[in-house]
């Protein structure tokens, strides 16, 4: 059971940037997926969930209208677009997925995905 952030790199200030979150050994479904993200010398913290059953989504309010969560459990994967990137959102993302609540505790963290803003 595991889940595979990926898709980070280095950004320019108001560019776009699209990670996938791709789930192995079981299927997104029946879960709650969010996107967490770590930055340097802070806590990490949920951005963006979304139920794969109806496909109802969240999104903080630091990351609202420029981040859009999106799910294809034919792909079992899930995206996260973020547009209009700001060098605040430098972090490490992650991904995890929760069987009862949006960004709830989940399973064990993978590695995450770097993204780095340059200002």
């Known amino acids: 059971v595991q889940l595979q952030a990926s898709g980070g790199g280095l950004v320019q200030p108001g560019s776009s940037l699209r990670l996938s979150c791709a789930a192995s050994?079981?299927?997104?479904?029946?879960?709650?997926i969010g996107w967490f993200r770590q930055a340097p010398g802070k806590e990490r913290g949920g951005i963006a969930c979304?139920?794969?059953?109806?496909?109802?989504?969240f999104h903080a309010d630091s990351v609202k209208d420029r981040f859009t969560i999106s799910g294809y459990n034919a792909k079992n994967t899930v995206y996260l677009q973020m547009d209009r990137l700001k060098p605040d959102d430098t972090a490490v993302y992650y991904c995890?997925?929760?069987?009862?609540?949006?960004?709830?505790?989940?399973?064990?963290w993978g590695q995450g995905t770097q993204v780095t803003g340059s200002s």
């Open positions: 995890n997925a929760d069987p009862v609540e949006c960004l709830g505790p989940g399973g064990p």
């Open positions: 050994g079981f299927t997104l479904d029946s879960y709650n």
């Open positions: 979304i139920t794969m059953s109806d496909f109802s989504t």
